[in-house]
């Protein structure tokens, strides 16, 4: 089959892979028709992990069930499924507890498995036209028939959860005033959500003028921190107190305001100032326990001058860590089907997988609108 296989930092190519089979008898086969590059991703195709040319990239994917194992009982050839990013078994303590982004089970020695991710197991990813599912029967999510709504569905695979789970870590509520940095795609997914959980104001902070564009037509106020300090911003249009809660949705390749270098806990510290005394932070922006191209010594081994002390006179409260996509996909898919979301507004384009090399330069430059990218290895 073809996929999208990593060569080197900056370098994908579409090549023939070995087809993906039945391990199992609780796999099944996925023909893919939907597949996101997500930002993620450019983490590796930069060279910032350790992943080794040749992994096949793509943890975002849709498709249509091709085969099933003879232990699958949910399932049949064709139905239309997305699977989360998070790779994971159902039983585990973690699993059984609502933390499938940390299963016990399907990664040994690490908590938490993924499709096409470095160190997250060994799961092929779905950038390609078939994608072997593992526990199918826990970790994929059935669609309706047809083809309504693909490119809203497939973004049930991370970016619309992971969006979703930044407030629920930051305990977002009816009413809340909300400060979201980043206007990427989570970044967006954050705020639109805010939005659907009630948000009374929500503030997107970033520097590129499309995504501040994109973040005020949602309804969002835009905070370009360009032009200066963000909090500073948000406290003017807050009475000087600050929001209620505040989403760090860039994580560790922030950059400090008005240059081209990254000041990796650069966000954090803005949160801990932007938000009012004992509001909450959720941060489903990404860190990683070392970062090979880190700035410093200190962030190289993930370890950030982060301002414990403000937080805690502050008393502020903060979630972290990645999206456990099985706790909110089945309800964000039922606001999709009754036409209460529309999470597709992020996706800038759509793809034959023949692009994929062209699409992932043009997205890790952010040019040409280049935000959210969606490949279709296959017709639907």
């Not at 498995?113 to 593992?134: C, F, I, K, L």
């Not at 309504?148 to 497939?154: G, I, L, N, P, Y």
């Not at 979703?164 to 005033?177: I, M, T, W």
């Not at 959500?193 to 106020?221: P, T, Y």
Request: glycine share 12%; charged share 25%.
């Amino acid at each position: 089959m073809r996929a999208v296989v990593y060569k080197g930092p900056f370098e994908v190519a579409i090549e023939q892979v070995e087809d993906p089979r039945i391990q199992h008898p609780n796999d099944v086969l996925v023909r893919v028709t939907s597949t996101a590059i997500c930002g993620s991703d450019l983490h590796m195709y930069e060279g910032r992990t350790a992943a080794e040319p040749g992994i096949v990239f793509g943890h975002e994917n849709l498709g249509v069930v091709e085969e099933t194992g003879e232990g699958v009982t949910t399932l049949s050839k064709g139905d239309r499924v997305v699977m989360p990013f998070n790779v994971a078994c159902g039983f585990c303590k973690n699993c059984s507890a609502g933390f499938t982004g940390f299963c016990l089970t399907v990664n040994p020695g690490f908590a938490g498995g993924a499709y096409g991710y470095v160190a997250m197991g060994p799961y092929t990813g779905g950038q390609a036209e078939y994608v072997r599912v593992p526990y199918a029967d826990f970790n994929c999510l059935k669609l309706p028939e047809g083809t309504e709504k693909e490119t809203d569905f497939v973004l049930l695979a991370d970016i619309f959860p992971t969006g979703y789970h930044g407030n629920e870590l930051a305990d977002v509520r009816p009413g809340d005033s909300v400060a979201v940095y980043g206007a990427g795609p989570v970044g967006l997914m954050a705020a639109y959500s805010a939005m659907l959980r009630g948000a009374s104001k929500v503030f997107v902070v970033d520097r590129v003028a499309e995504r501040l564009q994109k973040a005020e037509e949602i309804g969002a106020v835009p905070i370009d921190f360009s032009q200066g300090n963000p909090a500073e911003q948000i406290k003017e249009q807050t009475g000087g107190e600050g929001t209620d809660k505040g989403i760090d949705a860039v994580g560790y390749q922030a950059q400090a305001q008005g240059e081209d270098r990254e000041e990796p806990a650069i966000v954090l510290n803005s949160l801990v100032e932007t938000v009012r005394p004992t509001g909450a932070l959720g941060i489903p922006g990404l860190y990683v326990p070392s970062d090979p191209g880190g700035p410093d010594e200190q962030s190289k081994k993930g370890m950030l001058m982060v301002s414990v002390g403000r937080l805690f006179e502050k008393g502020l409260r903060l979630g972290t860590g990645q999206c456990n996509v099985k706790r909110y996909n089945r309800h964000l898919r039922d606001m999709i089907i009754e036409d209460r979301a529309k999470p597709s507004f992020v996706v800038s384009h759509e793809l034959p997988l023949d692009e994929a090399s062209s699409a992932y330069e043009k997205f890790d430059k952010r040019v040409e609108g280049y935000t959210k990218v969606v490949l279709h290895p296959q017709a639907a």
